[in-house]
């Protein structure tokens, strides 16, 4: 209840274009969810992306860094990457690899009154951030050649099937985990080992395996049999884009990158310049990272509590912003969410 304990202390960093004002209202509900009796709030706004490269010349300043060390959660709006001149750091990037994470989260799960081309469907994708084919490692073969070399390693990979194992527990117990061991037999050995060592302490958990080929198929034919899955960076990378198409697109999709010591929330969409400053973008992606995040610091329950007051304005027709077909304003929808926090509380 309010008043017990210390205050959580968020460190919000809005970004630029629509993150501005999808951060902004995943804040009201945040503060929604203090007066409904939860936890209370100490938020201080930090600054990263283009306008940060603007102001201070840095895309990333070190004060923020060091806020999102220091903070319970980390709220991210998106960051104009693309405007920041080629040899700075990308900032996003940087925050990465400042806070240490391992394994990118994102929950695919339908709504209602939100079309799903599969029907119903509720999966955690936990996708390996460190290695895999994204390890940066390439390199040209003669003049008509490149390689990629695809890095997989005992211990990234036990780390992101730990998570995904806890994961797991907190949802439906069941791990599938991806790979193409015929086609690469000794990288994906070692994950599959790497993985199913872990999965043998996790007794509770069940765990399959699955090729990534027929494991797209069957996310499109019966979504409804996976809970949690988990992938090397590549292959988490494509997955997690299927399970947010088939949960009803971008609008919606939240996600949290966490390691061992730090974690932060975003949704996945980026800054959207083409809606940008009109206030009309959709805050529900931003919403339900906010519900993420309360579940990563403990808050079971009031996750809960959001991500239902969603579904309810979603259930009730609205008020939606043009990208789920309505007319309604990010405030708007902010509102109704809030209002539903409160009601359900
Ligand atoms: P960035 O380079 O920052 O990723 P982008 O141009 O790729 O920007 P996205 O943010 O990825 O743009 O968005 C892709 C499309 O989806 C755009 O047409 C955008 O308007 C739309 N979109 C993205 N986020 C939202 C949102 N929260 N509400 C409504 N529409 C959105
Ligand atoms: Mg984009």
């Known amino acids: 209840s309010p008043g017990q304990g210390r205050p959580v202390e968020i460190c919000v960093i809005p970004g630029d274009g629509v993150g501005v004002e999808v951060i902004a209202a995943a804040c009201r509900v945040l503060d929604a969810v203090t007066r409904a009796g939860g936890p209370r709030w100490v938020r201080t706004e930090h600054a990263a ?118 994961c797991a527990r907190e949802r439906s117990c069941k791990v599938t985990a991806v790979h193409k061991r015929g086609a690469m037999p000794l990288t994906d050995s070692l994950f599959l080992t790497a993985v199913s060592e872990q999965a043998s302490s996790f007794p509770d958990v069940e765990y399959e395996t699955k090729n990534v080929d027929a494991c797209a198929m069957e996310m499109v034919r019966a979504p409804q049999a996976f809970d949690t899955i988990l992938c090397t960076n590549a292959f988490g990378d494509i997955l997690s884009d299927l399970a947010a198409g088939l949960a009803g697109g971008l609008g919606l999709a939240a996600s949290g990158c966490v390691g061992d010591r730090w974690a932060y929330f975003e949704p996945l969409h980026g800054t959207a310049p083409d809606i940008a400053g009109q206030g009309v973008a959709n805050p529900l992606a931003a919403i339900l990272s906010a519900a993420l995040m309360l579940a990563h610091l403990g808050h079971h329950s009031w996750s809960t509590v959001v991500e239902e007051s969603v579904a309810d304005v979603l259930g009730a027709g609205g008020p939606l912003t043009a990208d789920l077909g309505g007319d309604a304003t990010t405030s708007d929808v902010a509102g109704a969410v809030c209002r539903r926090v409160v009601a359900r509380a």
């Open 49 to 166: 992306g283009y306008a940060a490269y603007r102001e201070t010349g840095e895309p990333l300043p070190r004060a923020t860094v060091e806020a999102a060390q220091q903070a319970d959660g980390v709220l991210v709006g998106a960051m104009d990457a693309a405007r920041i001149p080629g040899g700075l750091p990308q900032p996003i990037r940087a925050l990465r690899r400042e806070l240490e994470t391992v394994a990118s989260l994102r929950r695919c799960r339908t709504l209602p009154g939100v079309p799903a081309p599969s029907g119903p469907l509720d999966v955690m994708v936990v996708r390996e951030l460190t290695e895999g084919f994204y390890a940066g490692v390439e390199y040209p073969v003669g003049n008509d050649g490149a390689c990629a070399v695809r890095v997989v390693t005992r211990e990234a990979s036990a780390r992101a099937a730990r998570i995904a194992l806890q």
